[in-house]
């Protein structure tokens, strides 16, 4: 399959992450890509910034855009905007693809006409097992990357069986047609942390005829906790964490499926529960 792949990575004030993640990406076994750096760090080192100047002038395949902070849809869709690849693969800066065929394995499941879209697994450093028990795989088989009638999103990443026609596309290892992304009006920018699922309920009316999302067991990358900086998304407080879902309904699911506010006082419930079975047991 002759395409070209456009790699967008937003970077905000992990430039060493980053860096770690280009040297990954320019030893991919691919013909022709590009890597499409959204970068807007406001604190780094600078011989962090000379390091990554220096890559950048050794490989032309990596174009820097620097901006002020712009948040997370608003810098994926400028990604989106200075790429010229018929495929966009998002990548996070501090993730890293497990092996040199990530981006082949990416582009490959694209001779598929009728997939617009994919989610690769996510597996953590120093354990690339599968943690979910083999009970719950039935489950998963059904409700991996889907939502619950009140439109609240199942994902089960580390999942290690493909999974056809899924219902969302996660932020990092995902992939996608970029006529369809524009076709979709691309990221909402009103959301902070949920952009991803408003593009899929953007994206739902045009899977029609057959045309459908996949989650996929490879390629897979390596997603790593324990990197410090970015949108700090992955600190909790229970008030921090309550607003983040409270957001979601009244920012997402109300403005796509604006009938559903007459549930508000259950998607409330609904939030409280969240936050307590994130106490119980962090993700």
């Known amino acids: ?30 013909g022709s890509f590009e890597i499409i750096i959204v970068e807007q760090s406001t604190n780094y080192e600078k011989e962090n910034w000379s390091e990554l100047n220096v890559l950048i002038a050794k490989d032309s395949r990596i174009k820097l855009h620097k901006y002020d902070p712009l948040g997370g849809p608003k810098a994926r869709n400028e990604g989106v905007r200075n790429a010229s690849g018929e495929i966009l693969i998002f990548v996070d800066d501090d993730d890293l693809p497990i092996s040199n065929k990530w981006i082949q394995k990416h582009v490959q499941a694209y001779e598929d006409k009728n997939l617009i879209g994919l989610t690769g697994r996510h597996v953590f450093e120093g354990n690339e097992s599968c943690p979910y ?38 932020g990092t290892n995902s992939s996608v047609r970029r006529e369809w992304a524009i076709a979709a009006g691309l990221w909402d920018t009103h ?93």
Request: with cysteine.
């Open 191 to 283: 959301v902070k942390n949920q952009d991803e699922h408003s593009f899929a309920f953007k994206l739902q009316p045009l899977l029609v005829d057959g045309y459908r999302l996949d989650f996929r067991k490879e390629p897979a990358l390596i997603r790593r906790m324990d990197i410090e900086g970015g949108m700090d998304k992955r600190s909790f407080s229970f008030s921090r964490e309550w607003k983040n879902n409270y957001n979601y309904c009244r920012k997402v699911v109300f403005k796509y499926f604006p009938s559903r506010i007459i549930l508000f006082p259950i998607y409330l419930i609904w939030c409280t529960s969240k936050v307590i079975q994130y106490i119980v047991s962090p993700q």
């Open 133 to 170: 028990v083999f009970w719950m795989r039935w489950f998963i088989r059904k409700r991996c990357m889907s939502y619950n009638w009140l439109k609240f999103p199942y994902t089960f990443a580390q999942f290690d069986e493909d999974v056809k026609d899924v219902e969302w596309l996660h």
């Open 1 to 30: 399959m002759s395409v070209k792949a456009s790699v967008i990575v937003r970077s905000y004030n992990r430039i060493p992450a980053l860096l770690e993640l280009l040297e990954k990406l320019r030893s991919q076994d691919f």
